[in-house]
C-alpha cells in the first residue's frame, strides 16, 4: 500500500487535516475519480476512514499508529 508515491501524498495530506476528496484532488492535480481509487483501497486496508458531515464526506487516519507508520517511512526514505 505504501508503495505508490499517490497514496503517500494521500496519507501526509490526512496527516496534517480531514479532508474530501475533491480537495485532495485539487491539491495532487488529479481527478477526483483518482483519488477516490487510491482512497478506497487505504480503506480497504484500513489505514484511512471516512465520515459524513452532511452532504460532505470527509477522509481522515484511522489512528495514530498510521502516522507513526508513515512518518517512519517517510524518515527512511530520506536517509537513504
Known amino acids: 500500500m505504501l508503495g505508490n508515491p499517490t497514496r503517500i501524498r494521500i496519507l501526509l495530506l490526512l496527516m ?8 485532495l484532488a485539487e491539491q495532487l ?3 477526483q475519480s483518482a483519488v ?5 483501497l487505504l480503506k ?4 484511512v ?3 459524513r458531515d452532511g452532504k460532505m464526506i470527509f477522509y ?3 489512528d ?4 507513526m507508520i508513515v512518518e517512519k517511512g517517510v524518515e527512511h526514505i ?3
Open 49 to 51: 476512514k471516512r465520515r
Open 44 to 47: 480497504l486496508n484500513k489505514l
Open 64 to 67: 495514530e499508529d498510521v502516522q
Open 60 to 62: 481522515t487516519l484511522v
Open 16 to 23: 496534517e487535516q480531514d479532508i474530501c476528496v475533491s480537495d
Open 78 to 80: 530520506l536517509q537513504h
Open 29 to 31: 492535480g488529479l481527478t
Open 36 to 40: 477516490s481509487h487510491q482512497l478506497n
